[in-house]
């Protein structure tokens, strides 16, 4: 009982929230963002690791989970602890990351289906070193990852998007040169990529400044 307590405590601490106006609106959110992805009490229940009895407390105002398993629901749906007890449509932002992460994942299998065919049109037609174009699914999606992540994602991504282009460009250089000069084409790609580190850190705190405004 004490340690239900100080969990909420914690929680309208956190939230600025009165616990009655969490109890509603989370047990109104998970309900809409269950029913939203056609998932039953017991499915939800087995992927967050508990019983489905506590989702049904959850839904029906019986209980509050604490902070540590709200973060977890919360990253489960692709949402914030903010958004899953707050009074907003939380369905419809779950559902716009979940679009955005499959149009962003297809866009790189295509980008690695067209190479792959390229290839395979290449050995088919005998042409020597056809396999050079390879590290050309990676640049390319490298380039589309950075481009949805500057349009759609945090900025982490970002530095990901530009470390998948930086490596990938090395090795399709390195495929054009001497084995001699390998460690000029690794230290120069290293420098490039730890530079933009410092960049994605600015970018990070203007986005936290950003966010908490």
């Known amino acids: ?30 309900y809409s963002l269950r029913k939203s992805r056609n998932l039953s009490q017991a499915k939800l229940a087995d992927d967050l690791n508990y019983t489905y009895k506590a989702i ?4 029906n105002k019986e ?16 949402i914030t602890v903010d958004d ?9 932002k779950s559902n ?12 790189i299998g295509i980008c690695f289906a067209v190479v792959g065919l390229i290839y395979l049109a290449l050995v088919l037609a005998n042409v020597n ?21 500057s349009i759609w994602f945090k900025k982490y991504h970002i530095f990901l998007g530009v470390t998948i282009i930086v490596w990938s460009s090395a090795l399709i250089v390195m495929l054009f040169m001497n084995y001699a000069y390998f460690w000029i084409v690794l230290i120069i790609a290293f420098i490039i990529n730890s530079a933009f580190f410092p960049f994605l850190r600015i970018f990070y705190s203007k986005e936290k400044t950003t966010e908490n405004k």
């Open 84 to 92: 899953l007890i707050s009074n907003k449509d939380v369905v419809k």
């Open 56 to 59: 049904s407390k959850w839904e």
């Open 96 to 107: 716009k990351k979940r679009t955005r992460r499959r149009i962003t994942l297809s866009s």
């Open 129 to 149: 070193r056809s396999y050079i174009v390879l590290p050309f699914a990676a640049l390319t999606s490298g380039i589309v990852y950075l481009v949805f992540s």
């Open 63 to 78: 209980t509050i989970p604490d902070i540590a398993t709200l973060s977890s629901i919360a990253e489960y749906f692709e």
């Open 1 to 30: 009982m004490g340690f239900l307590l100080v969990n909420r405590m914690n929680l309208t601490y956190y939230s600025g929230m009165k616990e009655e106006d969490i109890r509603n609106n989370f047990s109104k959110n998970i």
